[in-house]
């Protein structure tokens, strides 16, 4: 059992600076995340989110997996895409922030670039689907 006198610098719950760690060597610096790998991350998700739209919609008609219809299918799988267009704008952003700009960068932006503009044309595609259906009915 340890005395409040043993060692301790009598500051508190860590140490002589008071509430912190009892060890220097326990704490961990907060990893700050640099523009150029939030862009590398984010360019990553916005072409995964286009990939889960996909396989939605592969699970819902040709394999017949989902039971759900038509537009119920559209409507879920479109959800991926607005996280699509939400990460295609922030690979922009920090592209923007970013100050030493290699070619790297720049092939996260085209794919960016890419995926987003494809999640905007689904999302597009289901907003026109779901007009004409609201006026069939």
């Known amino acids: 059992m340890k005395k409040p006198g043993d ?6 719950r860590g140490g002589s600076g008071g509430g912190g ?13 640099t ?16 990939f889960i739209h996909m396989a939605i919609l592969f699970l819902v008609e040709p394999l017949r997996v989902l039971p759900l219809d038509k537009f119920s ?14 990460f295609a704008l922030s690979v922009l952003y920090n ?9 790297s960068h720049f092939v996260a932006l085209m794919a960016a670039f890419i995926f987003g503009s ?12 779901a007009v004409r259906h609201s006026q069939d009915l």
């Open 95 to 103: 592209f923007i922030r970013i100050e030493a700009r290699s070619a």
């Open 35 to 50: 523009p150029g790998r939030a862009a590398y991350i984010c360019a990553g998700l916005a072409a995964l989110s286009f």
């Open 118 to 129: 494809l999640s905007l044309q689904g999302l597009a595609g289901f907003i026109l689907y």
């Open 21 to 33: 760690p009892g060890r220097p060597g326990n704490a961990r610096a907060p990893s700050k995340i």
């Open 7 to 12: 060692g301790d610098g009598g500051g508190g």
């Open 73 to 86: 299918a559209y409507a879920v799988s479109s959800i991926p895409l607005c996280f699509g267009v939400i």
